[in-house]
Antibody
Framework: EVQLVESGGGLVKPGGSLRLSCAASGFTFSTYSMNWVRQAPGRGLEWVSSINSGSSYIYYADSVKGRFTISRDNAKNSLYLQMNSLRDEDTAVYYCARDTYGDYHQDYWGQGTLVTVSS | ETVMTQSPATLSVSPGERATLSCRASQSVSSNLAWYQQKPGQAPRLLIY???TRATGIPARFSGSGSGTDFTLTISSLQSEDFAVYYC??????????FGQGTKVEIK
């Protein structure tokens, strides 16, 4: 069974940093591209970042470019999102999501971790 | 960036009735369009990809159609578990992939 479990969310002050993790199991993690997608309270879904299986292709939404860094450790079956210079508008539930093999939509999602940016 | 616009924002439907949800892209996305269902407090679930292919385990009452800029998700006979928010997503003009703002299907 495919499982994605996010952790690392919490309350942080504006300008602060946080590192999210996503532990993957039930599939060959090293062969899939992965994503972070977020959802602000009461709002819709926003794609944040993607990384391919070998970490050679990495993309970011303009809203986080230069502040967030996506990475992965295939030996540990884990995905990460380092978030720096956090702003109020980064407050959201952050989901880890797997791309369907060979495509660019997301077939499995974690339950999400809440990041709250507030003074 | 390709803007996805969903209509209506809210759809009130009685159980057993048909629901038709629309999604329009600001430029062609070919057939690279997915639909997701999200219930309160849960993660999104993939329903349809490639505009019309049901994901694994999705009931046949869910169907998708369209190509280019106009797409439709149809739920042929609404069940109680289908009341949720539905999002479309284009992944043709990527990055970024972009989502619509969602259509809430509520009980009439």
């Amino acid at each position: 069974e495919v499982q994605l479990v996010e952790s690392g969310g919490g309350l942080v002050k504006p300008g602060g940093s946080l590192r999210l993790s996503c532990a993957a199991s039930g599939f060959t993690f090293s062969t899939y591209s992965m994503n972070w997608v977020r959802q602000a309270p009461g709002r819709g879904l926003e794609w944040v970042s993607s990384i391919n299986s070998g970490s050679s292709y990495i993309y970011y939404a303009d809203s986080v470019k230069g502040r967030f860094t996506i990475s992965r450790d295939n030996a540990k079956n884990s995905l990460y999102l380092q978030m720096n210079s956090l702003r109020d508008e980064d407050t959201a539930v952050y989901y880890c999501a797997r791309d369907t093999y060979g495509d660019y939509h997301q077939d499995y999602w974690g339950q999400g971790t809440l990041v709250t940016v507030s003074s | 960036e390709t803007v996805m616009t969903q209509s209506p924002a809210t759809l009130s439907v009685s159980p057993g009735e048909r629901a038709t949800l629309s999604c329009r892209a600001s430029q062609s996305v070919s057939s690279n369009l997915a639909w997701y269902q999200q219930k309160p407090g849960q993660a999104p679930r993939l329903l349809i990809y490639g505009a019309s292919t049901r994901a694994t385990g999705i009931p046949a009452r869910f169907s998708g159609s369209g190509s280019g800029t106009d797409f439709t998700l149809t739920i042929s006979s609404l069940q109680s578990e289908d009341f949720a928010v539905y999002y479309c997503q284009q992944y043709n003009n990527w990055p970024p992939s972009t989502f619509g703002q969602g259509t809430k299907v509520e009980i009439k």
